[in-house]
């Protein structure tokens, strides 16, 4: 019974966590402003148009190029979170109860800008449509999914990959909400949210340390940001890329032969293809390896 609560406190603690960096300034990704300014050196005016208007890989753009932009994107943002980071650490422990706190948030809030730009690049849908504050369950629980995927959890590399199938599979702008809330995806992103509520507890921890000492404690505290943010940007990056939905070439012309079977209206074949990206439903049940 204890062992449950503590479980539960810990998913609370991380959606708590995450809903107040969503709503701090400058987190939200405008996915269309986003789409245009990183694919302006790179793409036609069509193609920009159509990536907008659908996706990327409806418009053609190669995993390659967009590969591309995303280091890009997870240069410029880690930077950014690391220098903050050591901003943070500069008046030491004194100033300890002030700092831990707005530096948690703001790592945070770089783990969700990263996410939504590499979702957009790699063809998930407008993760913030709304215009209030509230962020609604799918979005919360794709977002978990996603950095339980930037820590390394193999449970939430399968979910993700099942919700990916999805949407392509069905052509879908929008996230499968009902899958994402009370779905065969549901148990996983609760049992994401525990893991990473431990996580970042621990990670808080080892913050705490390195703002311990001033001014060493800024070149700690950015040294370790740096870290731990980019191999955790570069694994999100790698497993959205490696997933049908971003590649063009899983979309095929009406009437087109695709493992025996006649593909009709442009319908995508994600779901020929779930299995070999460890997305079937079977790989959900998998306990996480690294927990």
């Known amino acids: 019974m204890k062992q449950g609560k503590e479980v539960e406190n810990a998913e609370s603690r991380f959606f708590t966590v995450l809903l107040a960096a969503a709503k701090l300034p400058g987190v939200r990704i405008h996915r269309?402003?986003?789409?245009?300014s990183a694919l302006a050196r790179h793409c036609s005016e069509d193609e920009i148009r159509r990536a907008i208007e659908e996706t990327p890989a409806a418009a053609?753009?190669?995993v390659e190029l967009l590969d591309k932009v995303a280091n890009d994107s997870i240069r410029y943002e880690t930077a950014k979170v690391s220098a903050l980071s050591a901003a943070a650490g500069i008046p030491g422990i004194?100033?300890?109860?002030?700092t831990v706190p707005a530096d948690t948030a703001q790592y945070v809030g770089h783990m969700l800008r990263i996410a939504q730009k590499l979702a957009y690049l790699y063809s998930w849908p407008d993760l913030f449509s709304g215009e209030g504050d509230d962020v609604d369950d799918a979005t919360k629980g794709v977002l978990t999914l996603f950095f339980g995927v930037m820590f390394g959890t193999q449970s939430a590399n399968a979910a993700v990959g099942k919700v990916a199938g999805m949407m392509a599979e069905h052509v879908a702008k929008t996230l499968p909400k009902k899958a994402l809330t009370h779905g065969v995806?549901?148990?996983m992103v609760k049992k994401v949210?525990?893991?990473?509520?431990?996580?970042?507890?621990?990670?808080?921890?080892?913050?705490?340390?390195?703002?311990?000492?001033?001014?060493?404690?800024?070149?700690?505290?950015?040294?370790?940001?740096?870290?731990?943010?980019l191999p955790m940007a570069k694994r999100l990056k790698k497993h959205l890329a490696g997933?049908?939905?971003a590649d063009p070439s899983h979309r095929v012309r009406e009437g087109e032969v695709v493992d025996g079977e006649v593909v009709e209206d442009d319908e995508p074949f994600a779901a020929a293809h779930a299995e070999r990206h460890g997305a079937d439903i079977t790989a959900l049940k998998l306990e996480d390896r690294t927990s």
């Open 32 to 36: 269309e402003a986003y789409l245009r």
């Open 60 to 62: 053609g753009i190669t």
């Open 94 to 98: 004194l100033a300890l109860p002030a």
């Open 185 to 187: 995806v549901y148990p």
């Open 193 to 229: 949210a525990g893991y990473l509520g431990v996580k970042m507890t621990t990670q808080s921890f080892a913050t705490t340390v390195s703002k311990a000492i001033p001014l060493v404690g800024a070149a700690v505290s950015g040294g370790l940001t740096l870290a731990t943010y």
């Open 243 to 245: 997933l049908p939905l």
